[in-house]
């Protein structure tokens, strides 16, 4: 039974979006600078200091919580950016992730990811519009995704990633909201996901740690891609 709660879990982690009434949640952080501060002194230094940070609320009006993630991690912001959105090999290394693959890019920094997830009660899938931008007044790279045409099970699908420089090493700032119907599990998915959420991005760390240290050849490739895709026009 843990087992399957955890599934459950990594389902919804990659499942990530703001619900439809009620007023509008900012989850892709329009109005936001520097992801760093938005945390305090005291998070700040856990940060440096090798954790995983975990924040949840419930949005009045929705029944679902929305997730931010922050970590620090030994590299450059580009870097980090460019495991990330590599979203053909997400499903390497993200767990609950049973396929990941670009299906077209219909244009300059976007694409259409299609997923296949793990979640228990049958492995589901659904599309993301993913687009890939570079913000140089705050020097930080930002990918976003939200839910693009049908999905089995999700409801809703919107989320984002900053990564920016502190000091040597780079904030990676996950921000999530999601609603799925998993019939008689959608409680325990809801339950579960923000702690889900913070193992998925502990993947995403240790993996942009691995390319740095073993996989060079690739990490090299991922950050020419990247620079590619944010000069087109």
């Known amino acids: ?9 990594f389902a919804l982690a990659l499942f990530t979006q703001v619900a439809s009434a009620a007023a509008p949640l900012d989850v892709h952080c329009t109005k936001a600078g520097k992801a760093w501060s938005e945390l305090s002194k005291a998070d700040q230094d856990k ?31 580009e870097e980090a950016m460019a495991v990330f ?3 053909n090999r997400q499903k390497e290394y993200m767990p609950g992730v049973i396929e990941s693959k670009i299906k077209s890019s219909p244009g300059p920094r976007r694409a259409y990811v299609y997923y296949v997830i793990d979640a228990v009660f049958r492995n589901s899938w659904y599309n993301t519009q993913n687009i890939l931008a570079y913000d140089s007044k705050i020097d930080q790279f930002r990918a976003d995704w939200t839910k693009y045409g049908e999905a089995q099970d999700a409801k809703v699908i919107d989320g984002v990633v900053r ?5 040597g090493a780079a904030l990676v700032a996950y921000r999530l909201y999601t609603e799925i119907d998993g019939g008689i599990f959608t409680g325990i998915a809801r339950g579960q996901g923000p702690g889900r959420a913070q193992k998925t991005m502990t ?21 020419e891609a990247l620079r590619k895709e944010l000069a087109a026009q």
């Open 47 to 77: 940060a440096l200091a090798g954790e995983v940070l975990l924040f949840e609320e419930t949005p009045a009006g929705k029944d679902w919580p929305l997730i931010n993630v922050y970590f620090v991690v030994e590299s450059t912001p």
């Open 1 to 9: 039974m843990i087992a399957t709660l955890s599934r459950i879990g």
């Open 203 to 223: 993947a995403l760390r240790d993996r942009i740690r691995t390319e740095r240290k073993s996989m060079k050849e690739l990490l090299r490739t991922q950050v």
């Open 163 to 167: 990564t920016e420089a502190v000091g």
């Open 85 to 87: 959105a590599d979203y």
